[in-house]
């Protein structure tokens, strides 16, 4: 049986050296990860375990921004399953990244951390399923960047993983949005306090970069009419954004909206980390060294549910479609319809759930819904 | 008759001081602009003016950006019609704006070029058109910032304009406009050649601050589905961007389109003019101080064509839905079907030819369209 750490705890768990798919290597890497839930081992060496996976500025600390949607008698339902997360390769929350000390002078990764890719990220995860111990996992699932990993899970490790479910992702990036990322890279970048990645030691971070780039990301993670609905052409209470001259004390509301989603970015996130994964998730691509995108789903014979958010402006709808048009193995397509965009596949909490137990009742014969319906929108 | 340069030719002239919306003063203002086509004026007053208005990083030479459109026997039939396009009031080819000589001291305005609306742009250009004792044009036509201008011609000088083909545009900012232009104009600010909007003087500008606004902006003046079927994941020829470590000199080829946009637009364009006309498109609203949108449009009298393009991600086509909708005398709304994107209002010459020359058969009965064909799709 493997040690697992008590339900919710932050845990590091050192997985050894790691070679990424280009060839550099990160010495002494440590994975961060929490569980929930009993761990049982089946016949066969299967298990009940669950793997989640975060999005890009996400953690393992699933429970939190999957609040709904994990725990005992939830969709993912922990009386029944051992949900496991692990913050990703490359991350600022416990696992190794470039705010990391490098093993050889302790000093800060920073422009010496090697670029990653979403097999990188995959395949470290898989190191920690073997120190670990578990060789077979239930079920993995996630959204964003999570689904972006969940997916390569079925492509790189098909005898490790019993099912898939998959949200709001593609099956390759899209040169749209490889192309905003590079925007929101080179906002950080253009910083002064960047200093070519290696900042971690003057004293000064690139804030403002990494708040421009999370004005940015933002308004590809909402819908228009949502973002339109909520703020409109309305000043801040207080404030006149159409005075004589421009002003950064009188504002729109949607700006202060965006300013006080970037500030909570700022506070909780590294900039390197979210260059290093947004580099990834550029690199995000099934088909690379498969034959093509379409040869690659074909081929993969884990059985996957795809789900996509109607509104989404970052992973439209359409690519959704695509993996569920040429997945090799489709349980199902779930269309979340919702004004959020692409946040909804955190925030639809019902149609989430309704999503996850259908999943789950396809995939576990014993696993009872205390929802039964599904309801499917192709 | 009016004292007009040669056809094509910029000439400047001198509006005298103009007061903004806002209760601003700029002394001393010139607009730039340039003719095509004889000018007549016929009964009443009435002239043979057709009024073009550039978007954001336009400018007065309205037969480069709409060559198809605008010349003998085109749509815009300069046979016919008189053509008159101004370079925008805050712009920087040739009119007054944040880079020109302060009459004070003949240093750069800069920072004390005051923010402006378009309704301010408006009211310049009547200046202008008072200047060159023009009381009335037979139609005003532009899209993006410059069918804000037409539109608000509409509504501010109902009198002075027979008519208006409004593309590519909405009745007032988006919240989702606001907050993408603002995190361009964040980009800009953020260069630490901005120094507060006055780096005239101090042999540097923001050219990256400008390059990284103009890569956002690229992305939304384009179509999801044509950057991704041109560039896909390609590397530019010869670059591996999925090496061992992130490098710039290895890239992917939509990085390199986007690096090739910025670069023109910062060898064109004045930073400063980027923001003041930025947040011009911030500040347009139709409802503003009548009574709110709907008021407002309603009490239009002008005859105004619209036309949106179905996969305008900046001014998604529901928009020119609403203006349709809503507009107190609707010619008719046309729809551009095109994978490009907003740009598509300026791309689209065939279709735009044919809802132009549908526009000016309409509105006047001895235009002799040579394809007397009218398309439109509703």
């Given at each position: 049986m493997p040690s697992l750490p008590p339900f919710g705890a932050l845990s590091a768990c050192a997985i050894g050296d790691f070679r990424t798919e280009a060839g550099a290597i990160i010495p002494e890497v440590t994975l961060a990860y929490r569980r929930w839930g009993e761990f049982r081992r089946t016949s066969?060496?299967?298990?009940?375990v669950v793997l989640v996976e975060h999005a890009l500025?996400?953690?393992?600390?699933a429970r939190s921004w999957w609040a709904g949607l994990i725990?005992?008698?939830?969709?993912?339902?922990t009386d029944r399953y051992c949900v496991i997360c692990a913050n990703v390769?490359?991350?600022?929350?416990?696992?190794?990244?470039?705010?990391s000390p490098h093993p050889?002078?302790?000093?800060?990764?920073?422009?010496?951390?090697p670029a990653i890719s979403i097999r990188d990220q995959v395949a470290a995860e898989k190191q920690l399923l073997d120190q670990l111990g578990i060789?077979?996992?239930?079920a993995v699932a996630g959204g964003s960047m999570g689904g972006a990993r969940a997916l390569e899970w079925t492509a790189l490790f098909p005898d490790v993983v019993g099912a898939a479910a998959i949200f709001a992702v593609s099956a390759r990036a899209s040169a749209w949005q490889i192309g905003i990322q590079y925007a929101q890279i080179s906002a950080i970048e253009n910083d002064p306090h960047w200093a070519g990645g290696d900042?971690?030691?003057?004293?000064?971070?690139p804030l403002n970069g990494l708040a421009t780039a999370r004005r940015i990301a933002h308004l590809t993670y909402r819908g228009e009419l949502e973002i339109d609905e909520r703020?409109?052409?309305?000043?801040?209470?207080?404030?006149?954004?159409?005075?004589p001259f421009r002003d950064p004390?009188?504002?729109?509301a949607v700006q202060s909206y965006l300013d006080y989603q970037a500030k909570k970015l700022t506070e909780r996130f590294d900039a390197g980390t979210y260059v290093v994964l947004t580099e990834a998730l550029n690199r995000h691509d099934i088909g690379r060294g498969r034959g093509g995108l379409n040869k690659a789903l074909s081929s993969i014979d884990v059985p996957v549910l795809i789900a996509g958010v109607d509104?989404?402006?970052?992973?439209?709808?359409h690519q959704q479609e695509h993996l569920s048009r040429n997945?090799?193995?489709?349980?199902g397509m779930a269309k979340i319809v919702?004004?959020?965009?692409?946040?909804a596949f955190l925030t639809e909490t019902r149609q989430l759930d309704r999503i996850l137990r259908g999943f789950f009742a396809q995939i576990d014969p014993h696993y009872t819904a205390a929802s039964p319906r599904i309801e499917y929108f192709i």
């Open positions: 066969h060496g299967r298990t009940n500025t996400g953690d393992s600390d725990g005992p008698g939830k969709a993912i339902d390769l490359g991350g600022c929350q416990g696992s190794t990244g470039p705010g050889d002078d302790g000093q800060a990764w920073g422009s010496r951390f060789t077979w996992v239930r900042y971690y030691a003057t004293g000064a971070a703020f409109g052409t309305s000043a801040l209470p207080g404030e006149n954004p159409r005075g004390a009188h504002r729109f509104t989404d402006i970052l992973y439209p709808y997945l090799g193995n489709l349980l919702s004004p959020v965009g692409h946040d």
